[in-house]
Structure formats: structure tokens, C-alpha cells
């Protein structure tokens, strides 16, 4: 491009919802209204405020879908007669069709690129241009699961009111571009410092028949101009050529200095790259693009970066911007998401069925972030030629305009891809990939399938919780023990193996974020939630909520990242997600929220001590102890920082809740190679000296870096004989009077007796209950009472922790609705039914005292500690009770009734 004439600014505008646009010609008649572009008809408030609510998704204020028609002109300056010109548009949504001066150039669409439509020679002066862009007529981008669920028609998130909503508009730059020629394409493959550039050249004559631009004796050379990063002259390369034809390709082979630093995730190094299409001294065209030099390969099960092995810690990007509805083509909207991620400790993110503007891929070069890229779809493949070759022309579109950015170093064709006829389409994807682009690893579908061809493959087996697994997950099934890694899976296939959208946790609803909601999109799903807690008297809890169930959040992505390090050939994860997703349901899995900023639950700094380029690692067989055990762990380093880890030591130290070390040691090592999992040694604690029961917390330090890492330990008693308790089942008429004639009662009734209500689990619940159709658990872990005079005797947080999962193992809370129960240990229910459901709670009764337990302290108590230490401290807080609310017996009996099978 030589010349540009800039669109931005108002445009006349019309929406057209009946259709009648063409058969009317209105691109021959003035539009009756005006709009700004860049920008979108959601923006503008084009259509009546919407008023429908639904837990699905964030929802449209000013929804609209169908054909929009845009028109303005521009002025040619004198002086560009010799000049061919495109009509130019970043990210418009839709199919888009172009007018220009009362004739139809063509249509184009994309979700990907920039449509761009060649206008020919412009005479000087004024120019109509009008645009009708249809955001309703789109290829079946998004129909993989349409048979699985009415909910799941439309799910790309290239488009779906799920993620970025079907928007309609154009929301980057919009411009004429001007040239003498084209240079139509350059890709530079710096893989090394020896660099091979591709140059494809384009000609323009107004003779169909008889074109004279390449005939006779021209000079035609192309200069090429590199600014490398911290050089301070430019390299400068001519390259002659012959142009005999209205296409010519360049092949330049070129040694880039050795000063030129390579790109790589710890030292970004972007270089610049200026081609100048030079003919008889005047210059046809200007092409500018950046490029790193890097190498991005697989290495048997491992994938490595310029030579060195990398781990991917990830996270999914899926198009979520409650604002505007539509991605950033700013650098600030990326900086802000890239910045996040990396504050967060991740090299790492998978765009989801869609792929960013060129922004999102300038940002991420300058941070070191490695993109895996999808075409614009989860598909059914194999059905619909169309759609088929739409990925395809996705694909080559993709690599077109962003295959020379170093940070994108992988391409998919999508999510989670169906259909009979995947596995040969997706095979020739690779193939053809492979053949013609070396630049990057392909794959076919994130999640499955597994192909022969492909460079590494996701899959959603090595996490910790898989879809419909329910109460069998593993950190519902068993206590928490971090001896298990994913090996058996890394070994069922041999190419890297990336663990597919791990995670998935939920975090109650942050209700404080409604008012962030001033853009295009309300969240209306949180006013639901919001009007449904007060109703049930419990909007008071909100924050308490969402801070207990934020800290049980934490504790899982932890054990999520850390068995994903353990694994010794594991090639990365994907999490799902650092940021919520605000659809599917309200899926809030992330620590941070759906505007990227910061929940108050977890800090940046805290979530790296698991996820960063260096992370200390035990393996344990479990984290609770028993008064004169001992504690026993192997210690291991994950090692993929920039360069060896220079010989030292661990300092390790045994804290309370005081902040005191009581214990203390020191685990010496030699240097650690970057790029693997290394062995410390073993690490014991005996309990000798230390109280029971009691909370500690054990921190490894490598000395004179900033890497840590820490996990609970808890100490409990012996065994003992009992404490006594006085224990009921049922609440009959006898314990009614027991009650009334002042005895203190502890009402423990088994699972099996009581009315079903949500089904509790030690983690919280998976993705959601709405999108899962009640996949177990409902909950979202426990909000603790620490205040109680119960726990001066028991060890606890204000929310689960791992020593929790033998109290509330197979066990079913009580809906003390309306009761008017004391709380000691509530449960945080899903956001859908918003419970009031209690682990523990008293009241007093008559003269009497009732504790309810859904807490079984009576069976098996010599090998379950945790029960035991519960049950010790409940006796001695009976013996000294402080007062609770005064229930009437009979209501008490009634809500027994209520809650009875």
C-alpha cells in the first residue's frame, strides 16, 4: 500500500429486517439514518432495549440480526491516476456485500481476516461506496452438538450470542488502499538465522485483452529493508527479478545477521521487515510486516522452542468481551488480556474456535505468548462441502495475514470436532499444512480426535474431572494424595500431548460485578441470581460466598497444574479457564473475571507459586497426620525456565497459623537442565512436638529466586476412645421431649433418610449444573463459622480445605430453609437453587440444645482422623455452649418432616 483514504467516522445507515434492501436498491438511495464506524449496531442502540433474561448468557441490550446497509462517500485526490485500489475492512461479522458508485464489486466473508475487494482504477474526485452486511447469513460454523442439546445450536465462538454475540457492524479499520502493483503476499521463514522469504506479486491492467504493463524492457527489483531489535542500522537487500506475467513469485534465500537475536517466550526479539516493489526507479508497492526468529518443532513426545523444551501452561481464549460484544483490534484491549495471563504465570493461550485480529497477534510477539490458533468453527465435518471449504479458505486466510507473527506457532481446524466424516478431513488438513508451511505444529480438533499425522494432539483425559464423571472425579473419589500424574496417558500416543480444557471449576457468582455491565451487553443472568438469593434471605452471604468457594477454586486449578507437572513427558495444559465464561450456562471457572481483572480471592503472585517456569513439587501419599506419624514426601523440581538452573538448595519450613516456623530444613541440589522434571530427594517431618489438631503450612523456597510453592498439612489426635456424644437419628416425639426437658441433642440422620437436594461433593462443581444437566456435585464447597467456639478445638478456614473431604465424603446437607438454624458450617449451594443447606448448625429448643449434623461422627472412627478430631471438639463445645436462636419444638419437627424421605 502507497495511499490510504481513511473510512472511519459516520456513515448513513439503515437496518433492513424484512429483506428489502436489493430488490429496492437502496444502494442507489439515501439511508435515512447514521451510524459510527468503527463500531456495531449493538453499539449504536439501533433496536428497542431487549427485555428477555436467561441463566444461558450475558444478554444483548440492543440485540440485532439480519442485513444492516452502510454508505458514505470519499474523495479520490488528483494525483492517483496511475494507482489500483482495494476497498479495505478489519473484522466485519457477516457476509458483506460492497457497492461501489451504484455497481456491485462483490461479496466476501470472513471471521478471521479482512475482507478486502479490489475496486480497480478511481478517476479523481467523489466516490459512493455502500456496504449491507448480513450478520444472518453465515456457513454451519457452529452446529458440532446441535443434536445433543436444543441449547447447543450455535456454539462457535467465532459468532454465538455464548461468547462475542452475532453482532453486526465492522470493528477495525476501514480504508481505501491505493498501489501502482501488488505485492499480494510475503512470508518469511526465519527458522533460523538462515531465512527464506516468499514473495507473490500482483499486476494490474485495464486490458482484458491485449495488456501491455509487462511487456517491453523494465527494471523491476524488490528492496528489502530489516530493522533488527536493538540494531542500530537497517539491513538493506535488493533482489532483481523479471516480471513477465500479471503473477510472479520471489524466492530470496538471506543470512540474517548472527547479532539478530532469536524470538523466544522469555526474550521477545521482533524484527521488521519492509518490501518495496521497485520498477524503472518508481516504487509499485510497499509491503510491512514483523517476523521473530524462531523455531517451534516436535521432538518425539515434547515440544520445543528453538531447541529447548517447553511446557505450555495455558489457558483458553474464547472471545468474551461484555463491553463492546466483539474482540479489540486496539493493542490496549490485548494488552490487557496478555498481561493478565502472563501475571497469572502462563506462555500459553488456545484461541477456541475462533482466531484474533492482527492486534492480539502484535501484542503476543512482544510478550512471548505462544498462540495456537483455530479456523472459526466446532464443526461437523465431512457433510456440508460448503462449510468444508470454508475452513480451508479460513486456514489459508489465517496463515495469510499472520503467518509471518512468532507467536503463532500452532494451527487447528477447531473444537471438539464430530461427524463420519472427521478423521480423513482432518488428516488432509495436517497433511496439507505440513507440506506447504513448516512454520508451525498442526492439529485437527482440539480435544479429539487422535491423528497419525498430527504434530500434537489435546485430549480431555489427563484432568482431574472429566465430563460426566461425576462423584468418581478424583478429588471427589479420594483424599487428596499428589502421587498421580498422567503418564498412562502420555503414553497411549507418541506425539506431544496437551491436557484439553482442564479445570472447569466454579466460583459463586461475584454479584459486585453487575455494575461493570455498562456496555452492550447486562448481566442479567446475575440480577436472577441476585433477586433469587435475597428473596431467600440470603443476599447478605454473597460476598462470603464467592470468597469460600473462590478459595476452593484456587486449591483445585493447584492440583490441577501440579499433576499436569508431575507427569514427565507431559507436554502442557489448556485451562478452562483463567477468565469466566459468561455462557454455556454461566460457567464462572475463572480467577479472574470476565473483564480480565482480578478476583479478591486469589492474587497473581499466589496462583504463579504453581504456575511458573519453575515450580517446587511433592509427591505425598495424603496431607492429614496423626499424632506421632510422620510426614514423607518426594521433592522435584519442574524446570523449564530459560536457561539451567544453577546449582543450590530448598529451604523448607513447617509454619502454623501464627506465622511461627516450628519446623525447619534444607534440600540441597546441583544445576537442573531446563526442560524436564527433576528428583530432590525425600523430604520428612516427624509430629513429634507438634499440637494436634492443628493447621500447618509447609513452604519450599528455592533460595535466591522467587520460586515457592506450599501446601496444608493437619495434625490430629491419636486414637482414642470416643468422646461421647449424644447422638439421634431421627427426631421423634421422644427426643422432642429429651429436648423440652433441657438435654443437648446432636441430630446426626443418615443420607439415605433425607429428602435429596443437591448432591455434595469435596470439589466444586464442574462447569455448571445448567450445561451438564446436573452433573454431580451441585456445590461449591463449604462457608465455615472460624468464629464458632468449635473450632478454638478443631483446625479450619472460612472455606473447604483438603482435610474437609473425609466430613463431607457421601454425605447430604441439610436444607434448613426458613428454619432459623444457627450456621457453623454452611454449604455454598449451586447459584441455580441457592439453598440455604448446612453441614452443621444448632438452635435451641425447649430448655434444651439441638446440634444438626449432616457429618457422620460415629462410624469407623479409629481410621478416619479428621471425624474424630470433629467429634472431639463438638464434646467439649458442649460442655460450654453459647448461645444460639430459640426454635419452637414444634417447628423443629416440621422442618424434620420437610426434609425427611
Known sequence: ????????????????????????????????????????????????????????????????????????????????????????????????????????????????????????????????????????????????????????????????????????????????????????????????????????????????????????????????????????????????????????????????????????????????????????????????????????????????????????????????????????????????????????????????????????????DRLGLLLHIETPVWPVLGADPALDRYIHTEAERIVRDYGNHPSFVMLCVGNEVNGAGTHSFLERFIDKWQAQDGRRLYTGGSGWPTLKRANYISKPEPRNQRWGEGLDGRLNARPLETLTDWSDWIETVPMPLVSHEIGQWCVYPDLDEITKYTGVLEARNFQMIKADLEAKDLGHLAHELMMASGALQAQLYKEEMEAALRTPDMAGVQLLGLQDFSGQGTALVGVVDAFWDEKPYVTPAQFREFCAPVVPLLRAEGFVLVEGGSFSAEVQIAQFDVGPLPAGHIAWRLVDDNGAAVKTGDIAFGALSTGGLHDLGTLRIDTDGLRASAHFELVLDIVGTDYRNRWGLWTMPAVTSPAPLPVITTLDAAALGRLEAGETLVLMPAPDTLRPNAVLGHTAAFWNTLWTD???????????????????????????????????????????????????????????????????????VGKGRLIVSAIDLEADLPSRPVARAMRQALATYLEDLTPSPQLPPQAVQAWFERISA
Open 1 to 364: 500500500m502507497l495511499f490510504s483514504i481513511p473510512l472511519e467516522g459516520q456513515w448513513s445507515f439503515a437496518l433492513d429486517p424484512d429483506n428489502r434492501g436489493e430488490a429496492e436498491q437502496w444502494f442507489n438511495s439515501p439511508l435515512n439514518d447514521t451510524i459510527s464506524l468503527p463500531g456495531s449496531v449493538d453499539e449504536a442502540r439501533k433496536t428497542p432495549l431487549s427485555t428477555t433474561r436467561t441463566m444461558a448468557h450475558l444478554s444483548r441490550r440492543h440485540p440485532y440480526i439480519g442485513k444492516a446497509w452502510y454508505a458514505r462517500s470519499f474523495e479520490v485526490p488528483e494525483g492517483l491516476e496511475d494507482h489500483f485500489f482495494h476497498i479495505a475492512l478489519e473484522r466485519p461479522h457477516g457476509e458483506v456485500n460492497i457497492w461501489l458508485d451504484g455497481y456491485k464489486l462483490g461479496r466476501d466473508e470472513s471471521l478471521s481476516t479482512a475482507v478486502r475487494m479490489f475496486a480497480g482504477k478511481l478517476a479523481p474526485g467523489s466516490h459512493s461506496l455502500v456496504m449491507m452486511i448480513d450478520n444472518g447469513r453465515f456457513e454451519a460454523v457452529g452446529e458440532a452438538i446441535i443434536r445433543d442439546h436444543a441449547l447447543m445450536g450455535d456454539v462457535a465462538h467465532s459468532k454465538t450470542e455464548h461468547t462475542q454475540t452475532n453482532w453486526n457492524g465492522v470493528v477495525g479499520y476501514l480504508r481505501v488502499e491505493a498501489a501502482r502493483t501488488q505485492i499480494a503476499r510475503v512470508d518469511i521463514d526465519a527458522r533460523s538465522h538462515n531465512a527464506h522469504i516468499d514473495i507473490e506479486l500482483d499486476v494490474f491492467d485495464q486490458s482484458n485483452r491485449w495488456p501491455t504493463w509487462w511487456h517491453g524492457e523494465h527494471d523491476n527489483e524488490l528492496v528489502l529493508t530489516f530493522r533488527f531489535e536493538g540494531a542500530a542500522e537497517p539491513l538493506v537487500v535488493r533482489h532483481e527479478l523479471v516480471v513477465d506475467s500479471g503473477f510472479t513469485r520471489a524466492a530470496i534465500d538471506l543470512d540474517l545477521p548472527a547479532s539478530a537475536r532469536p524470538w523466544d517466550e522469555f526474550d521477545p526479539a521482533i524484527h521488521h521487515l519492509i518490501v518495496e516493489w521497485v520498477r524503472d526507479g518508481e516504487t509499485q508497492d510497499r509491503y510491512e510486516t514483523t517476523f521473530g526468529i524462531r523455531d517451534f518443532t516436535r521432538d518425539g513426545r515434547h515440544l520445543k522452542l528453538n531447541g529447548r523444551r517447553v511446557f505450555l501452561r495455558g489457558t483458553l481464549e474464547c472471545a468474551i468481551f461484555p463491553l463492546t460484544g466483539y474482540p479489540p483490534t486496539d493493542h490496549a484491549g490485548w494488552e490487557k488480556v496478555f498481561g493478565t495471563a502472563r501475571a497469572y504465570g502462563l506462555n500459553h493461550i488456545r484461541y477456541h474456535s475462533w482466531c484474533p485480529p492482527r492486534a492480539a497477534f502484535e501484542v503476543a
Open 774 to 844: 446436573g452433573q454431580a456435585p451441585h456445590t461449591l464447597g463449604l462457608l465455615i463459622d472460624t468464629g464458632h467456639p468449635l473450632f478454638r478445638n478443631f483446625p479450619s478456614a472460612t472455606h473447604t480445605d483438603w482435610h474437609w473431604f473425609e466430613l463431607s465424603f457421601h454425605r447430604r446437607a441439610l436444607d434448613v430453609a426458613g428454619a432459623g438454624f444457627r450456621p457453623i458450617v454452611r454449604v455454598v449451594d449451586d447459584w441455580n437453587e441457592n439453598r440455604d443447606l448446612l453441614l452443621l448448625g444448632e438452635a435451641q
